[in-house]
């Protein structure tokens, strides 16, 4: 501003201008874009074992008087198991990481667990939470949702069934419908690329289950 000023043969010096804009109330913060280190495309491979990797991501939807709400899904890419389903006005990073505390207190940690790089995931609640358990976190590239396919192709159905058929006014009539929904998916709802059966009788055929409880918050 002092450059463009001078320029235009105003001979006021940099402090009277610098005085004269913060009367003005000029000042603003610069908002500076967060820079995302380089995403490195890896192969979207199906493990051979439950509970290895896992994918997770948001969705988001409203209620009939207009209140937005979001739903954190986490799946098992080993059969598709749908293993937290977690639904909020506001799902910040530490809720996520709370939420995957519980998971792993159930079933023991996975490898990896498969992420876009919303906020959430990429905030230091999670990088400090990958480290102290010693999960890798597996960032697809940016623009990229087809490189986390599995949870992709689950939000498709879950909001085909789920969101788009109902009208809901209120959180509790949303979690209710989709517990009774996730159920149905994991044990009845067969899956063309398990072979047409569903994710809980995939899993019992190809390996030893253990305990493998599902549940929302």
Not at 6 to 16: G, L, M, P, S, V
Not at 65 to 92: A, H, K, P, Q, W
Not at 128 to 150: I, M
Request: with cysteine.
């Amino acid at each position: 501003m002092y450059r463009y000023l001078r320029e235009n043969d105003h001979q006021w010096n940099h402090k009277r201008v610098y005085r004269i804009y913060g009367e003005m109330r000029l000042k603003h913060r610069r908002k500076h874009k967060k820079r995302l280190p380089a995403r490195v495309k890896e192969v979207l491979l199906q493990p051979l074992a439950p509970n290895y990797s896992w994918s997770m991501d948001f969705m988001a939807d409203s209620l009939v008087n207009g209140r937005r709400f979001r739903v954190l899904n986490i799946i098992d890419d080993f059969n598709r198991e749908v293993l937290s389903m977690t639904i909020d006005t506001s799902i910040r990073s530490q809720r996520v990481v709370r939420e995957l505390s519980n998971l792993v207190q159930w079933l023991g940690r996975p490898e990896s667990i498969r992420v876009d790089n919303g906020p959430e995931f990429i905030a230091g609640y999670m990088k400090n939470w990958s480290k102290e358990y010693g999960v890798r976190l597996q960032f697809v590239q940016p623009g990229s949702p087809t490189q986390n396919a599995f949870v992709e192709r689950f939000n498709r159905t879950y909001r085909e069934a789920v969101l788009n058929r109902y009208l809901f006014e209120n959180l509790s009539q949303v979690t209710a419908l989709s517990r009774e929904w996730m159920w149905s998916y994991n044990h009845e709802r067969p899956h063309d690329s398990l072979g047409y059966k569903s994710p809980r009788r995939f899993l019992s055929q190809r390996s030893d289950p253990g305990k493998y409880p599902c549940f929302m918050q």
